[in-house]
């Protein structure tokens, strides 16, 4: 896990990266084995959890089929 957003930045760009701040979104990528790279504090004390958008394709594919 990376300690600073300038250290993630490095490492990826914005376009791999998706940012979460809800935490239900964050609990369920948890909940199917996906673990941000970097959680911090945005505005008004929300977290918000970073992931490689490759990490999270297939978990986001499964949550488009199922939601019917």
Same mark, same amino acid.
């Given at each position: 896990?990376?300690?600073?957003?300038?250290?993630?930045?490095?490492? *990826? $760009?914005?376009?791999?990266?998706?940012?979460?701040?809800?935490?239900?979104?964050?609990?369920? *990528? $948890?909940?199917?084995?996906?673990?941000?790279?970097?959680?911090?504090?945005? *505005?008004?004390?929300?977290?918000? $959890?970073?992931y490689l958008i490759?990490?999270?394709?297939?978990?986001?594919?499964?949550?488009?089929?199922?939601?019917?």
């Amino acid at each position: 896990m990376y300690r600073t957003h300038d250290e993630l930045n490095k490492h *990826y $760009a914005d376009k791999e990266l998706c940012k979460l701040c809800n935490i239900k979104q964050i609990v369920f *990528y $948890a909940s199917n084995g996906v673990q941000p790279l970097m959680i911090e504090e945005g *505005y008004g004390g929300k977290l918000i $959890a970073f992931y490689l958008i490759t990490d999270t394709k297939d978990v986001w594919e499964k949550w488009k089929r199922n939601k019917k």
